[in-house]
Structure formats: structure tokens, C-alpha cells
């Protein structure tokens, strides 16, 4: 017999084992001499009231073995000798698509510009520790994509664009603890991220399909408004039926050669602003209303922040973006002669300082004296800004950085606090390195936050800069069901590179259906 429980209760209860034991039994109603399995299937936090509390759905089977959580296993064909399909990255859309290719009898051949996970640390070494940028292996470029070397956040909106829980099976099937089934907000961790990325691959291999890494595409093969292939810069030239484009949201080069090449783009609305550090134990505070530490039984208290602002009769947000508890802010520049940084978090969530991206939505109309950039207009301005950041910090990686106070009031801060930072910050004038629009409406924005979330506007809190690639500043368009390029054919733009995914479930889920799409077109017709 199955059923099915929905309980509110104490942090303790939801997270100690054997309280946890006791009061679904009560609730149950089942004896203790029954033969009693039970397990969580969805969980949530609530700290919107004065005391902290957990909601959880529990199923419970008495006298029955239950299914597994994360279902049948999958099966993967062997695809040697199949006809390739060409796919561009190796972040969550490629992977995706690869194995989805796989499952549909398609052999994949994954183009990877950078190193494989491993032989990717130590160029993440040398860029923490030298200040040294490889452009082709960073915390942006290399298997895994972004996503590898980040808190491996797996929420998403997205629900439309595929199979949330299919995505978060397979997580499970190649390494993910089964509680990212169970979370509201699942998350996996830096830590545990780069196992789990070897064993995708590990998968696609053992399915015959290939991955070059080190392979970085310079040149499309374009017969008749259709790709055919794609040649590498080595020279080399690789034919598939299609090509699925799922770069990430860094791949200058690739938008550039798009451009050259004459391949329909679109500038396209981003973000931009600076990561904003405070000790994570200030949020929890604030977040759970307790005086001096959260407890055993609370994870780090996470935010989300949004506030509208008007300058010069225009309206625009300035939010939080990929909040991260517990966690440590890192250099992610993909050339030299630039500062970008971005926040993570390993899986505990067990470091001093919480961090989050505080940025201002950039539209098009912001962007008059970059009008001549064309398509690239949003790029080159989210590029200037990011060598503005680094002249001003002596073209190392060591960051810009200012308390917030002493930001919003337009003062130098002569003391910075500790930070995660570990190429280290110095102290500078946020608004001299920032476009005025952005550091204006930062400036308006945070006091209003801080009376939203008390105790949050502090000078204890300081802001590093700049935090520029919060998603992909150009577009590249694709037919709403075919999702196949308008004026290209066999090319179809892919996750976040191409503007239609924004974190690693929603660009999983995208890789999937492109490949799906791209198959289910020309699957047999290679030649």
C-alpha cells in the first residue's frame, strides 16, 4: 500500500534522521511492528515567518518495495559507424545533445575549444594564483562549460522548453545525490560538479560518440545556405547532418565569425553590474531572524533581490543574480586585459561569505554610442567595460572593489574587508570604472534593498567588479518550432550562447530538443 503525507514542520524534524522516522509513523498512522518504507519526494524551505519551517511531501509504502526515485535506468545505444551529428561545446546543452543524439541512434561528435575537466584545473590554478588567462581554458571555457567550476544551481523556470525531472535524472544516473529530486532549489557544488562531468563523458564514449577537446572551430562549411561541417584551427574539416551551436555565452570569436561569415545575428538585452560580498552569517540573521547563528539544521541562508529604478525618465531593474551562500567569488576572464567575476559554491555551502551578483537589466536603447558595432553592439560594450575594469586594477586579475556605503555615497573606502577573492581586490571608485547608468541606478537601488531586507545595506558589505557575463549579449536567431536557423539550414543555436537558456537545466534541456529537432529533419539524409 502507497500514500502520500504533506507535512509542515520544525527544521530538526525535516533533517534528524530519527525525528524525521518518528513523526511520519505518527502521522501515518502505521505501527511500528509494520513493515514501514518511507521517503521524502519534495521539500521546501519557508522563512517568511518568525520561525523557520520546512514543507515536505513523504511518500510511505507499507508491505511493498517502492520504485526507484529517479526511475528505470536509461539505455544507450552503441552509435559507432552511425552518421555524426557536429556539436559546438561541451557545457550542459552539448553534453545533452549528445546524449540525447546517442539514445536516437545518432552518433555525436562534440567540438570543445578547451581542456577536459581535469587538465582544466590547473589553468584555473594558474589564473587564481598568477593572475594568468588561458582565452581557451578558463572558468567559462572547458568541458563542463560555466557550469563545471560553479554552485551548480539546477532551479529553473523554464518548465516549457522540456522534462525538468528528466534532466535531474540523469544528473542522479551519473554521479547527483537523489536530493536534487527531492529539493525545492537543488544544487550539486563545485566540488562534486567536475566526478559528475566525467562521467557524461565517460557515457557518450563507451556509446561510441567522440569528443575533441582542444578543438576550437574557426571556419563553418557553407554549401548553399546550408552547414555542412565545420573546420577546426588546425585546418582539419568535419562533416556531420547538422550542427548544433551550444557555445556559451562567452564565445566572442564565434559570434564574430557569424558576423563575418554573413549568418543572421542580434544584439540582445543582458546585465551588468558587481558581485556584492557579506559574511554569510549576516544573511542568515536576517533571513532566518535568529541572534546569533542559524543552527545544526539550516543550510546558509540564499536571497533574491530585485528593485525598479528611474533615471532619466527610463525605468529598469537591478537584481540579484546566481546568489551564492556559503560560498567564494572567482576571476572568470576569458582573455587577457580583462576583469570579470562571478560567484560559486561548493556542495556544504560552508564558507565564510555569501555572494551575489548585483546587476542592471542593459536594453539596446542604452547602448546609442554602439550602434555602429551592429549586432555586436551589446558585446563590445560589455567588453569595454570590462577593460576599463582592469586598467584600473593594473591589468592583473586583482579586482576593483569598494564598500557599500561608501559606494552609494560616492566616498573612497581606505579599508576593505576580508573577501573570497583570491587573486585579492584593492580599493577603487566603482564609479569611475562603471558606465554611469549602471552605477547610478546600483547607487539608487541598494538603500531602497536594505529597507526590504534589514540589516542587508551595510558597510560591512563590499561591492567587486564587475560581474558582465550574467547571460549571452547577442542572439542568434532560430525558427520557434524548428528551432533550425531562418537563413542557415542544419544549424541550429543552442543554450545560452544563442540566447535561449540561462543555467544549466534549462540550456540541458535545449540541448535535447535541438538535437531532437535536427535528427528528427535529417537523420539519413548526410549526403
Known amino acids: 500500500m502507497k500514500s502520500e503525507l504533506n507535512l509542515i514542520i520544525s527544521p530538526e524534524e525535516a533533517y534528524n534522521e530519527q525525528l524525521f522516522q518518528e513523526i511520519v509513523r505518527r502521522k501515518s498512522g502505521i505501527s511500528k511492528g509494520e513493515n514501514l518504507v518511507f521517503r521524502p519526494i519534495r521539500r521546501s524551505l519557508d522563512a517568511r515567518g518568525k520561525r523557520v519551517k520546512v514543507n515536505v511531501t513523504v511518500e510511505v509504502f507499507s508491505g511493498q518495495v517502492p520504485p526507484p526515485l529517479a526511475g528505470e535506468a536509461r539505455r544507450y545505444p552503441d552509435v559507432r559507424g552511425k552518421e555524426p551529428l557536429l556539436i559546438v561545446g561541451a557545457g550542459p546543452a552539448g553534453m545533452f545533445a549528445a546524449l540525447r543524439a546517442i539514445e536516437l541512434g545518432v552518433k555525436p561528435i562534440i567540438l570543445e575549444r578547451g581542456k ?11 589564473l587564481n594564483k598568477q593572475h594568468l588567462v588561458n582565452p581557451d581554458s578558463n572558468y567559462c571555457f572547458g568541458e563542463g562549460g560555466a557550469g563545471t ?25 551519473h554521479g547527483a545525490r537523489e536530493d536534487i529530486l527531492v529539493d525545492a532549489h537543488p544544487h550539486i557544488g563545485t566540488n562534486k560538479l567536475p566526478v559528475l562531468v566525467e562521467n557524461l563523458r565517460k557515457r557518450i564514449l563507451e556509446s561510441g560518440g567522440e569528443i575533441l577537446f582542444n578543438t576550437r572551430v574557426s571556419d563553418f562549411i557553407l554549401e548553399n545556405s546550408s552547414i555542412r561541417g565545420l573546420v577546426t584551427r588546425e585546418g582539419e574539416r568535419i562533416k556531420g547532418i547538422g550542427v548544433v551551436l551550444a557555445t ?29 560580498e557579506h559574511d554569510q552569517q549576516l544573511i542568515d540573521r536576517i533571513q532566518y531572524h535568529c541572534k546569533v547563528d542559524r543552527g545544526e539544521y539550516l543550510p546558509p541562508a540564499a536571497y533574491s533581490l530585485v528593485q525598479q529604478t528611474v533615471l532619466d525618465g527610463k525605468q ?46 542593459v536594453e539596446l536603447e542604452d547602448l546609442s554610442a554602439y550602434r555602429h558595432h551592429g549586432p555586436l553592439a551589446a558585446m563590445y560594450f560589455q567588453q569595454e567595460v570590462e577593460q576599463a575594469a582592469c586598467r584600473a586594477a593594473g591589468n592583473t586579475q586583482t579586482a576593483p572593489a569598494q564598500r557599500m556605503v561608501d559606494f552609494v555615497k560616492g566616498r573612497p573606502s581606505d579599508q576593505l574587508l576580508k573577501t573570497s577573492y583570491q587573486p585579492g581586490i584593492q580599493g577603487l571608485d566603482l564609479h569611475a570604472i562603471l558606465p554611469g547608468f549602471i552605477a547610478k541606478r546600483l547607487a539608487m537601488a541598494l538603500p531602497q534593498m536594505g529597507e526590504k531586507m534589514k540589516g542587508y545595506y551595510t558597510n560591512e558589505a563590499q561591492l567587486i567588479g564587475v560581474e558582465s557575463r550574467t547571460s549571452s549579449p547577442v542572439r542568434i536567431p532560430r525558427d520557434k518550432e524548428s528551432f533550425e536557423h531562418p537563413q542557415v539550414s542544419r544549424l541550429y543555436p543552442c543554450g545560452e550562447g544563442a540566447g535561449y537558456a540561462g543555467g544549466i537545466v534549462s540550456a540541458a534541456m535545449d ?17
Do not use: W
Open 149 to 173: 567550476y560553479s554552485d551548480g544551481k539546477l532551479y529553473t523556470r523554464s518548465k516549457k522548453r522540456g522534462d525538468i525531472r528528466r534532466i535531474l535524472e540523469i544528473l542522479v544516473a
Open 116 to 126: 577536459d575537466v581535469r587538465s582544466r584545473r590547473r589553468d584555473l590554478a594558474d
Open 511 to 527: 540541448g535535447e530538443r535541438c538535437a531532437e529537432k535536427l535528427i528528427a529533419k535529417y537523420a539519413g539524409k548526410l549526403a
Open 316 to 361: 529598469r531593474g537591478v537584481f540579484s543574480f546566481c546568489m551564492c551562500p556559503g560560498g567564494f567569488i572567482v576571476p572568470a576572464a576569458t582573455s587577457p586585459g580583462e576583469i570579470v567575476v562571478n560567484g560559486m559554491s561548493p556542495s556544504r555551502r560552508d564558507g565564510k561569505f555569501a555572494n551575489s551578483g548585483m546587476v542592471v537589466a
Open 248 to 276: 556559451g555565452h562567452s564565445a566572442r570569436d564565434i559570434y564574430q565569425l557569424l558576423l563575418d561569415r554573413r549568418v543572421q545575428i542580434a544584439a540582445k538585452p543582458f546585465a551588468l553590474g558587481v558581485r556584492i
